[in-house]
């Protein structure tokens, strides 16, 4: 036998094994990596049918066709302060609960106890945020221009 070719199979075969965890897919996995935040999948799909009820689909896309509750997790994640993070989680906790008790419980019902209220409103900035920013907002909606009212070069002066 020869000791290169068995050496060589053996290295393809430690690698195999080494990425053989990345390639499966997992159903339980969020769509977004996370720092500070901990929430569960579960809690994701939550959060995108949230998205939707303050920017809802109709004849333009929706928070949850954009991808909103994505950009609002990332930038609780990346930029909120220690306090208002822990705000944000255990009001992100207890609507999950209270959620879990009552089917139909939207942001608008959320405004009964201090740190409900307290997530509804940091979630909503985030998403109203994420979409008067996102692209579709400013190519198709209002459309970015450069200089405000527009540069005409070959205007005579009076």
Same mark, same amino acid.
């Given at each position: 036998?020869?000791?290169? +070719?068995?050496?060589?199979?053996?290295?393809?075969?430690?690698?195999?094994?080494?990425?053989?965890?990345? $390639?499966?897919?997992?159903? /339980?996995?969020?769509? +977004?990596? !996370?720092?500070?935040? @901990?929430?569960?999948? /579960?809690?994701?799909?939550? #959060?995108?049918?949230?998205? /939707? &009820?303050?920017?809802?689909?109709?004849?333009?896309?929706?928070?949850? /066709? !954009?991808?909103?509750? #994505?950009?609002?997790?990332?930038?609780?994640?990346? $930029?909120?302060?220690?306090?208002?993070? =822990?705000?944000?989680?255990?009001?992100?906790?207890?609507?999950? &609960?209270?959620?879990?008790?009552?089917?139909?419980?939207?942001? =608008? %019902?959320?405004?009964?106890?201090?740190? #409900?209220?307290?997530?509804?409103?940091?979630?909503?900035? !985030?998403?109203?945020?994420?979409?008067? %920013?996102? &692209?579709?907002?400013?190519?198709?909606?209002?459309?970015? @221009? #450069? +200089?405000?009212?527009?540069?005409?070069? $070959?205007?005579?002066?009076?």
């Amino acid at each position: 036998m020869n000791r290169r +070719i068995v050496l060589k199979q053996m290295i393809w075969m430690g690698a195999a094994i080494a990425f053989m965890p990345s $390639c499966v897919y997992k159903q /339980d996995k969020l769509s +977004i990596q !996370l720092k500070r935040l @901990q929430i569960s999948p /579960d809690q994701e799909k939550m #959060l995108a049918s949230l998205a /939707d &009820e303050v920017v809802p689909t109709t004849n333009t896309p929706g928070a949850a /066709d !954009l991808g909103l509750h #994505l950009f609002a997790l990332k930038m609780a994640d990346d $930029c909120f302060d220690d306090a208002s993070l =822990q705000k944000f989680s255990a009001g992100l906790k207890q609507f999950t &609960e209270a959620k879990s008790k009552k089917a139909t419980l939207g942001l =608008q %019902q959320a405004a009964d106890d201090a740190a #409900l209220k307290d997530f509804a409103r940091m979630y909503k900035s !985030l998403i109203v945020r994420g979409y008067t %920013q996102s &692209e579709y907002y400013m190519t198709k909606l209002v459309p970015y @221009q #450069l +200089i405000p009212g527009g540069y005409k070069g $070959c205007v005579p002066v009076a």
